[in-house]
């Protein structure tokens, strides 16, 4: 069994930066690719980015640039770091293990409003 906890969302103003993270528990997360995934309100949940066990990465059209996911294995921790924050990135963010089955966290709100 996995569980993922996230941690970090809060309120940052636009042009901020905010870093949230993932910690699971069990064996699973070095071996397998991580995402981070967000949801706005009345849209359908996306993928932000994605980092394989060891260690490439892929971002959306939308954060590249802006956004950076690392992983520490030795933690069992995904983080997303997030720079220049714009308001339409508002949403829960949600990690990700890609495993069959995969498995989800609870969320974080990340607002970012003025």
């Known amino acids: 069994q996995v569980q993922l906890v996230e941690s970090g969302g809060g309120l940052v103003q636009p042009g901020g930066s905010l870093s949230i993270s993932c910690a699971a528990s069990?064996?699973?997360?070095?071996?397998?690719?991580m995402g981070w995934y967000r949801q706005a309100p009345g849209k359908q949940r996306e993928l932000v980015a994605a980092?394989?066990?060891?260690?490439?990465?892929n971002y959306a059209d939308s954060v590249k640039g802006r956004f950076t996911i690392s992983r520490d294995n030795t933690k069992n921790t995904v983080y997303l770091q997030m720079n220049s924050l714009k308001p339409e990135d508002t949403g829960v963010y949600y990690c990700?293990?890609?495993?069959?089955?995969?498995?989800w966290g609870q969320g974080t709100q990340v607002t970012v409003s003025s």
């Open positions: 069990g064996t699973l997360f070095r071996r397998n690719t």
């Open positions: 990700k293990l890609m495993a069959i089955p995969a498995y």
């Open positions: 980092i394989t066990s060891g260690g490439n990465t």
